[in-house]
Structures are given as C-alpha cells and as structure tokens.
C-alpha cells in the first residue's frame, strides 16, 4: 500500500481563521467548521501518519517509531474537536431523593439483600430541542427521584420535569423553562456503518467537564432494532449522554440493554466491553410521543408461537404439524388483541405491517419498535387462504387477571 508523505505544517494554525467557502444558489459565505481546526485536514494526517509503521519497516524502525507520537497527537485533537462539537448540549442531571430498588431474593433462596444498588451522583442527559426538552435514560430515575435539577454547558441549573418513560427503549423525557438552547447535529441511522468511530461522554464522575471513552461503532439494528452497538466505555456514567461521530454528530442515547427486559440487570452488562444507544431516528419517533406525558410500554399481540426450526424443502403432503416454513403457527388459543382480531389456534403469521416473518427474531424486531398502543396488520395463512387483521398492541398489565375475591 502507497502512502503519500504528509507535510505537518500543512495543518492550520491553532488561532487561525476557518476559511470561507460558498454554499448553495445563492452563495452565501459559511464557516467550513465550527471548531479551530479542520476535520478533514486532521483526520488526511492520521491517514497518512497511519501508513507510516508499515513502510518504516522496509528500512527500519526509527522513521515508524518516531510517528506513534505525533499520530496519536493529531488522534486526540480530533476527538476534542469532536467533544467541542457537541459538549454545549451535553447536560449534568443530579437527583434528589428517592429509594433504592427492591431487593430480590437470592437463588439459593435466603435473605432479599439487593443485588443492585444505585449509586449517588451526577448523570448525563442531551438537549433534545432548544424549547427546553432533553433526552437521557429512565435508568437515572429508577430510585424515582423527587427533585431533578440539570446544569447546561454555560453554568446555569434549572429544576427538571420528568414528562415520561420509554420502557422499552430505556428512554425518558425531560423538560425545563428555557429558550435557545443548542440543540446538536444528528447522524442519520442509515449513514451509520460498522467500524466508523463513536466516542461516549457524560457527566456520571462528577467533573466539570464530561469524561470521553473512545470506540467503533460495532453493529447496527442491535438489540432486535433498538439500538447501536459499541465498543466505546457505556456505563451508568455517561448513561443518557450522546454518542456521536467525529463530527460532534450525535450518533443514538447511551443506554443500558441485554437480553431480558430488566433495566437493573441490563445496567450490571456495563463491564462486558459492549455497550449500546438508542439511534437519533427511534429517539425523534419516541420524543414526540413521550411530550404527551405517557409512558410507554411494550406493545404485546397475544399470541404462542411454535417457535421449532422450520425443514425447508417440505411438501404438502407432510404432517402438518411440521413448522411452516413461511411463517409462525400460533401454537395455543390467541388472548387479548389477537383473540379480539379473530386469530386462532393452527394460524400461520407470515407477515406484520408487511414484512415477511419467517422466524422469531424477524417477528421481535417489527414489534420491537412499536409500543403498546400502536396499530399492527398481521397476515395471516388458514386452510390455504391468507387472510390480514388488523389489532392494536397492549401492554403487559393488560394480560394480568385480577385477584379472586375471597369468600367471607
């Protein structure tokens, strides 16, 4: 690989002026950055600088060595310039007030010490609109907290509502009586790619300004389509702060997630060297739901499926109690919505709101954008003949039967 050689007085000066350039029909003069340095400038010499080991090694390693400082030089003046970007709408939550989770028994069953406790101190949150709304993770609230103040970039602290909770994003909303705030750039969920860089910061360590763990992004539409992977530092101290590209562009919401639907034990996955945030697209569609001062909820069919592997390949002449290979047979009779639609017990669901599912994570990863409330078409195959019914998702407590009344 050739690697041209790169000349570092190329790079502008650090009080030098951003130049002008013209944009759009009407030619209107615009910075090219908002910070002292340029991206591009910074990150051609990292290239560059990044060639440099391979091709010392040709004719020894004095040339190579002697880069590693330099290249990791450039490194950090990018991601400050990307910390730059951003930090002005990166907000300090503290909390007052409230109670520790409730205690779970052990497995072996004795004693109910908890097996999480919520340590005291600051969390982040990021300005969502500069009316005064911000975004952070419900995970800073679970002791639910009776006063929740937030101190913006500039030094000044108002005292916070919290208008809702997004249960299955591990989302919340806040809001304070303020006007201009800075509001920050957004990359879009379809410009991110594996391997671009993402860089977490919060407040969670108390200092004046918000710690930076640097990392790739590692995945997208992880956690069935929830969120984004990284291999950056997520953990409760930047839970609720940004992660963002190196351009200040905010990337998705650190939050905690794993495999069941616990916030608590999602949070103890923090020292398993992945971590993940909400992407800007599911955050903007939960946004304007949460201003209504709901919270929201999973969204639940109503429905056992057969989840055995399908045989491709089957004929139908075989038993029918193989696993369909288009779809997923409801296996026991429907309840709640899907009952109510006229589903039954033999159905096969081939599709939801259009998209084919032919196995259990397709299916997770179309409900796992929805929450209980929101409509669903569901296709549906009976006797050869497919059918479409359309239902509404509830939640959980929903499914819940009451307690029986005792006799007196």
């Not at 930076?212 to 956690?223: P, Y």
């Not at 929805?370 to 479409?388: C, E, I, M, N």
């Amino acid at each position: 690989m050739k690697c041209a050689p790169v000349n570092s007085t190329e790079l502008p000066h650090k009080h030098s002026e951003v130049p002008l350039r013209r944009h759009g029909r009407h030619g209107r003069a615009t910075r090219c950055a908002s910070t002292p340095q340029s991206f591009r400038s910074t990150l051609a010499v990292i290239t560059a600088l990044a060639c440099i080991p391979s091709l010392a090694a040709q004719d020894g390693d004095a040339v190579g060595t002697g880069s590693q400082p330099l290249l990791r030089q450039h490194q950090q003046q990018v991601f400050r310039a990307a910390l730059r970007a951003v930090r002005p709408s990166i907000v300090r939550i503290d909390t007052i007030g409230g109670a520790q989770p409730v205690g779970r028994a052990s497995p072996a069953g004795g004693g109910g010490a908890p097996v999480f406790r919520q340590a005291d101190g600051p969390t982040t949150g990021l300005i969502w609109s500069a009316d005064g709304y911000i975004i952070t993770s419900s995970f800073n609230f679970i002791r639910d907290p009776s006063i929740i103040t937030v101190t913006l970039h500039d030094g000044r602290r108002f005292v916070a509502k919290l208008i809702a909770r997004d249960r299955p994003a591990r989302l919340a909303l806040l809001k304070i009586e303020a006007r201009g705030l800075p509001v920050p750039r957004l990359l879009a969920r379809e410009q991110l790619r594996p391997g671009q860089w993402a860089l977490a910061a919060g407040c969670g360590h108390g200092s004046d300004s918000p710690a930076v763990s640097v990392g790739i992004v590692s995945a997208v539409d992880r956690m069935s389509g929830l969120a984004v992977q990284t291999d950056a530092k997520v953990s409760p101290a930047n839970y609720g702060g940004p992660l963002f590209d190196l351009e200040g562009r905010v990337i998705g919401v650190c939050v905690p997630m794993g495999p069941g639907e616990d916030e608590i034990a999602d949070a103890q996955w923090y020292d398993s060297g992945i971590g993940f945030a909400v992407d800007t697209d599911l955050v903007r569609s939960r946004v304007q739901r949460l201003k209504h001062g709901r919270d929201l909820q999973r969204g639940l069919m109503g429905v056992s499926l057969d989840t055995r592997a399908p045989v491709v390949g089957l004929t139908p002449k075989d038993p029918v109690d193989q696993p369909p290979t288009d779809g997923m047979r409801i296996d026991a009779e429907p309840r709640g919505p899907a009952a109510d639609a006229g589903l039954r017990a033999g159905d096969v669901i081939t599709r939801l709101d259009g998209i084919p599912v032919t196995r259990l994570p397709d299916l997770r990863r179309v409900l796992a954008r929805k929450v209980a409330g929101d409509p669903l078409a569901v296709t549906y195959r009976r006797s050869q003949k497919v059918r479409t019914a359309t239902l509404t998702l509830v939640s959980a407590e929903a499914f819940r039967k009451p307690a029986a009344t005792q006799p007196k």
